[in-house]
C-alpha cells in the first residue's frame, strides 16, 4: 500500500512539472509542408506520402488558410468513391485552422484538441505557422495523463476502427483511380493496371 501511494505521489509531481514547465514549444514539430489551394487532393496524397506526414498546410497567395489530414482524404474522397484527382485542396480543406501558440502548456493543448475533436494543433508564432503537435506527440511524453487525456484516447480508438474497413483500399499514385488493393512499385503505391504498365508482376 505504502508503495502504490508513493507511486501515485510521484505520478503526481511528474503531471504538476509537466504542467508547470513543459510548453508546445519543447514537442512540437517544426518540419511544416504546404500546398496551394488550387492542387488536386491527388497531389496532396502524394506530397504527404512523399513527405511522411499526415497533415499538410494549404496555402492561398503565401497565406495559410486551412489544414488537410489523411483523415479529410478518407472521408471526404475515398468514402465517397470520389476521384481525388477530380477535387482540389479547397474543397476538402478544414478552415480556420485551429492552432494554439509556442508557449502554450501542452496540458492547455491537449485539452484545446479534445473540446475541438481534432488530433492536431497548429503552432502559430504571430501570424506564421511555426510547428505541429499531435496528440500523439502529448502521450509519447507524458503517458501518465491519462485521466485528463481520456477523451483524446477514446477519439484515437473510435479513428482506429473507423479506418479498419478502409484498409486495403486507396488511391493509385499514378492515375488516381480509387481501388481495392495497391501495391509498393518502387515507393509508389500503384493499381493493377498502372502496376503491369511499370513491368511489375506478383
Known amino acids: 500500500m505504502v508503495l502504490n501511494a508513493h507511486d501515485d505521489m510521484e505520478t503526481d509531481v511528474s503531471i504538476m512539472e509537466i504542467e508547470n514547465e513543459m510548453s508546445v514549444r519543447e514537442i512540437m514539430s517544426k518540419e511544416i509542408f504546404d500546398i ?50 477530380e477535387m482540389t485542396a479547397r474543397e476538402i480543406m478544414s478552415s480556420p485552422i485551429i492552432a494554439t501558440k509556442p508557449t502554450t502548456n501542452i496540458i492547455e493543448a491537449a485539452g484545446m484538441m479534445v473540446k475541438s475533436d481534432i488530433r492536431r494543433l497548429a503552432v502559430m508564432e504571430g501570424d506564421k505557422i511555426v510547428g505541429m503537435i499531435t496528440d500523439r506527440d502529448i502521450l509519447a511524453i507524458a503517458p501518465g495523463l491519462n485521466t485528463i487525456l481520456e477523451e483524446m484516447i477514446e477519439l484515437h480508438h473510435e479513428n482506429n476502427i473507423q479506418h479498419e474497413p478502409e484498409l486495403e483500399r486507396g488511391i493509385c499514385q499514378r492515375c488516381g483511380a480509387l481501388v481495392d488493393s495497391l501495391t509498393d512499385v518502387n515507393g509508389l503505391m500503384l493499381c493493377e493496371d498502372c502496376k503491369e504498365e511499370e513491368g511489375y508482376y506478383d
Open 36 to 85: 496551394d489551394t488550387t492542387a488536386s487532393v491527388l497531389d496532396v496524397a502524394n506530397r504527404m506520402a512523399e513527405s511522411g506526414t499526415g497533415s499538410i498546410v494549404v496555402t492561398e497567395n503565401g497565406d495559410s488558410i486551412g489544414i488537410i489530414t489523411e483523415h479529410d482524404i478518407l472521408v471526404k474522397t475515398v468514402s465517397r468513391n470520389v476521384l481525388p484527382s
